[in-house]
Structures are given as structure tokens and as C-alpha cells.
């Protein structure tokens, strides 16, 4: 029987919340195939209430009225949705671009790389002791990046001198900060090696602060813990101690001296060399921005292939949305759905024969595919029916939004709208346009408004106590004065209001 006592959720240790058990279903690089879909949907029709999320990480959720029962929790395993190792399911953290190996902007395909760990973490159950946010991300080079998410180990992959290795990023920062480069180039075919390694003294060291006791066994360090602790360079001498053959002899900022010119400078040091500065504000905006442009129709790298990104409404699904999805993915693309970090999907493989036909059944199901719909970009955390440190129902405020900004204006740009129930930003991490978020000690539901860039992590506070009945009028009166009064269709909703 599935436990239900979890901090961080997982499918074999589950939390409870106001709106029932909530299960997370970790999905090496957001893959999930169709037979996958139609072992899921039985469990949430018979368990659940209808309904699926995605999250920000590319994974899935579920609510059930009851723990599931063993014979649910083994079928997982048996479709792969579950690690058939369950002291390792919670590690399969691993992120990837959704347009991984289907992008002709990308400089490798990363799937390969995601099926090589998944099976390392298979043959090595000692890892358990890891904290089950320890997370991986493969980035290809793809036109749609996630070099910037939040991970604790990157890999990005980067051409020098006509040769393909992967730059090491790690998450030195705090919680939600994007990880940074430390200047280390790992060969393709050391990747794996490398990896594990970087794994393997980050066990010892949780096996060690175990041992004294610094932490729990509910709560073992995260990877950042270990960096403030010991520094990078201890880190990282360690690790080459492990490798079978040594790294190219690159320390932070070697990079720098490169013939890397495709390589955008996403960080910078600190005065201590630890890389930790988060994105600047330009880049961040622009990295935003790309965020939703593999929303729509998009061709492939393979030869009159194309896929769609499609609009998940606050990345919520109901069982009938996703039978139709996974059965337009066998119809006509190749099986499988490609879940997003951006809390939606894309269907690949699609014959350009095939385009209206598909793009019509997704209207069909109540979805979308247009970046400029307002829901295309808008991020809304569980709330108080999901979680305890909630203050306001934020999906329901959240739709309201949406569902009034859909009435009355045409966005011509996505416009990136964050609720949040409280201050910890579980659903974004990173800055948006417009955040609101909610404030405990009132007797109704309000918000903070926030817009742009300012001292908080959310933006410019422009309203400290806002009713949330009244949000709807009030973000839509801020899109109207920006599409009215911007310099011209080039600048963007932060530049306008930051001005």
C-alpha cells in the first residue's frame, strides 16, 4: 500500500492535501507513451477525480481519494511509469528539452543519454539515501531551452573545434536559482562516467551528514548544501578521482578562451569565482519569452515531420483531454506525448497531410495551440486546496484571469502571468511579467501585485493588498495600457514597465 507521508511527493510515498492524495509521477524527459496514458487514465478514473497536472518539472500528478493499493503501484512499474527499483523512483529527475531529438537546431540528441542514467539508476538502489530533488538535466543545444530550469547538475551540450562536449553547470544558488557554468568540458563519451561520479561523492557526503546526525533521513542535503559546505573546486577534485581517465584539463572561465562563439553567456562570477549570479534580467526575459515559442505548429529535423505544441490550460488535464491527446499520438504521430517544464505538451511525428485534422481535434478537446492565448503563459502554484502554505484558491483566481482576459483582449506576444499562493513560488521560479501573490491574515481572498523587475523576487510591488475578485479587471486594464501606449510591437510587456 502507497504511503502517505511524504514532504516531496513521489508515486510510492505520497502526501496528503485538502483535495486529496497527491501522487507524482516522475517521467524521465517528460516522455510518456500512449500505453503508458491508458495504464494512468484506468488508475485516475477508478482512484482519482478525473483530472491530471503537469508540472514545472515535466512530470505528472494525480489526486486520489484513497492510497493506491500494491497491484497499482506494481502495473506502474510493469508500463514504466514507476521505477522498478521503488527505493530509486524518486530520483528520476531528469529534464530535457521537449524538442530533444526531433530539433534541427540541436547539436545531439539527448534521449539516448536520459535512458543510459535511468538504467544507472537502476543497478545502483545505494543512491536512496539521496534527497529526491536531486535532479539532472541534458541539454542538447535544442532551440527550445532548459539549460536555465532549475537543476542540480546540467549538461549542455556545446561545439569546440568541430566537436561535441558537454559544458558542466551546477546549482550553486539558492532555491529556484538557475544553475551556472564551472568551466569543465566533459567529452561525449565520458558523460555517463562523469555523472556518475558527480553522484557518487555527493552520496558519500549525504552518507556522512547522515552518520552525524547534521541531517534527517526525511530530509538529506541537497547538492547546493554540499558546494556551500566544501566549494567547487573539492567538489569537483573529487569527483576526477573517480574517473577512470582524466578531464581535459579545464578549470572555470577556460571556457572563456574558447572558439565557442554559439555559446551564450547565461552567468557570471562572483568576486569568489562561484558562478552563482542567476540569470540578468535581459536574459531572463528573453529566455521567457522562448519559453512559449514551441507553442503552435513547428516542423521537425525529420524530413516532412512536424509537431504541435499544444496549451494545457494551468497544465491541468481531464481524463477524456488526455485519451483524446494519447489517441491522436498513435493516430498520427508516433505514440507518445512530450510533456513540458512549461506545464504543457507537444504531439510529434505529424505528416504535413495531417496538420488541420490534428490541430482541429485539439480545439476539439477544449485545448489550444497559440502562444498568444492567455493561458498559453500563465502559471498558477495548487493553492490552499493543495497545499498548507497556501493563503488564496489560486487556480480558481487563476482561470478567472484567463477566462476574463479571453473575453475582451487579444494578446499579440505571451504575456507571463504568476499566482502564487504564498512567497515560496513553488509554481515559477523564474520572473514574470505580471505575479500576484497571495497574503495570509485577511479575511478575503487578496493578492500582492507585482510587475517587471524591482527589489523582490517577484517584480515592482505596484499594490500591497489587492481583492482578488478584482484581479481580472485589473490585469486586463495593464495589457490594454501596454498594447496602447508601448514604443512599438517590439518591445515587451517588462521593457514597458520597467521604463
Given amino acids: 500500500m502507497q504511503s502517505t507521508t511524504a514532504i516531496c511527493p513521489s508515486l510510492f510515498n505520497a502526501t496528503t492535501a485538502q483535495d486529496g492524495i497527491l501522487s507524482r509521477i516522475r517521467l524521465p524527459a517528460g516522455l510518456i507513451t500512449s500505453t503508458q496514458c491508458e495504464a494512468l487514465l484506468q488508475v485516475v478514473n477508478q482512484f482519482g477525480n478525473g483530472e491530471i497536472q503537469i508540472t514545472n518539472r515535466a512530470n505528472l500528478q494525480i489526486r486520489t481519494s484513497q492510497a493506491l493499493p500494491e497491484e497499482v503501484l506494481l502495473d506502474f512499474q510493469d508500463y514504466g511509469l514507476a521505477s522498478s527499483t521503488q527505493s530509486t523512483d524518486g530520483l528520476r529527475n531528469m529534464m530535457a528539452s521537449p524538442s530533444a531529438g526531433i530539433d534541427a537546431h540541436a547539436k545531439i540528441n539527448t534521449i539516448p543519454l536520459f535512458k543510459a542514467w535511468n538504467f544507472y539508476l537502476l543497478q545502483h538502489p545505494e543512491l536512496a539515501i539521496l534527497s529526491n530533488k536531486f535532479s539532472v538535466c541534458f541539454d542538447g543545444g535544442e532551440a527550445i ?21 558537454f559544458d558542466l553547470y551546477l546549482g550553486l544558488g539558492d532555491r529556484g536559482d538557475s544553475p551556472a557554468s564551472v568551466g569543465v568540458l566533459i567529452p561525449q563519451n565520458q558523460v555517463l562516467e562523469v555523472l556518475a561520479a558527480l553522484t557518487e561523492v555527493y552520496r558519500e557526503y549525504t552518507q556522512q551528514q547522515l552518520e552525524q546526525k547534521t541531517y534527517s533521513r526525511s530530509r538529506p542535503p541537497r547538492l547546493r548544501e554540499l558546494l556551500h559546505d566544501w566549494g567547487v573546486e573539492k567538489y569537483l577534485d573529487l569527483v576526477e578521482e573517480k574517473l577512470r581517465s582524466p578531464l581535459p584539463p579545464l578549470k572555470r572561465g577556460a571556457l572563456d578562451n574558447l572558439n565557442n562563439k554559439n555559446k551564450v553567456p547565461l552567468f557570471k562570477g562572483d568576486a569568489e569565482g562561484r558562478g552563482i549570479t542567476p540569470l540578468n534580467e535581459v536574459i531572463s526575459s528573453h529566455l521567457e519569452r522562448e519559453s512559449f515559442q514551441h507553442l503552435g505548429i513547428h516542423s521537425q529535423k525529420q ?11 494551468l497544465g491541468r488535464l481531464t481524463s477524456q483531454q488526455l485519451t483524446g491527446l494519447s489517441n491522436l499520438a498513435k493516430q498520427y504521430g508516433c505514440g507518445a506525448l512530450r510533456l513540458t517544464p512549461w506545464q504543457n505538451l507537444l504531439i510529434t511525428d505529424i505528416a504535413e497531410a495531417d496538420l488541420e485534422q490534428v490541430t482541429q481535434e485539439i480545439l476539439n478537446l477544449g485545448l489550444y495551440i497559440s502562444a498568444n492565448h492567455p493561458y498559453a503563459a500563465i502559471a498558477a502554484c495548487s493553492g490552499y486546496k493543495g497545499c498548507k502554505s497556501a493563503h488564496t484558491d489560486t487556480q480558481s483566481d487563476a482561470k478567472k484571469i484567463a477566462t476574463y482576459l479571453e473575453s475582451c483582449i487579444q494578446l499579440d506576444q505571451p504575456i507571463n502571468i504568476h499566482v502564487s ?61 501596454y498594447q496602447n501606449q508601448r514604443r512599438d510591437s517590439t518591445q515587451t510587456f517588462r521593457e514597458f514597465v520597467n521604463n
Avoid at 303 to 313: R, T
Avoid at 446 to 468: L, W
Fill in 303 to 313: 524530413s516532412g515531420l512536424f509537431y504541435i505544441g499544444v496549451v494545457v490550460p
Fill in 421 to 481: 499562493g504564498c512567497e515560496k513560488s513553488c509554481a515559477q521560479h523564474q520572473p514574470s511579467d505580471i505575479a500576484v501573490v497571495g497574503m495570509g491574515g485577511t479575511n478575503t481572498e487578496t493578492y500582492r501585485v507585482y510587475v517587471g523587475d524591482g527589489d523582490s523576487n517577484f517584480g515592482r510591488e505596484i499594490y500591497t493588498e489587492y481583492d482578488a475578485k478584482n484581479l481580472p479587471a485589473l490585469i486586463e486594464q495593464l495589457l490594454q495600457k
Fill in 145 to 165: 531551452r532548459v539549460s536555465d530550469r532549475p537543476n542540480d547538475i546540467c549538461l549542455v551540450a556545446v561545439e569546440v573545434n568541430q566537436e561535441i562536449y
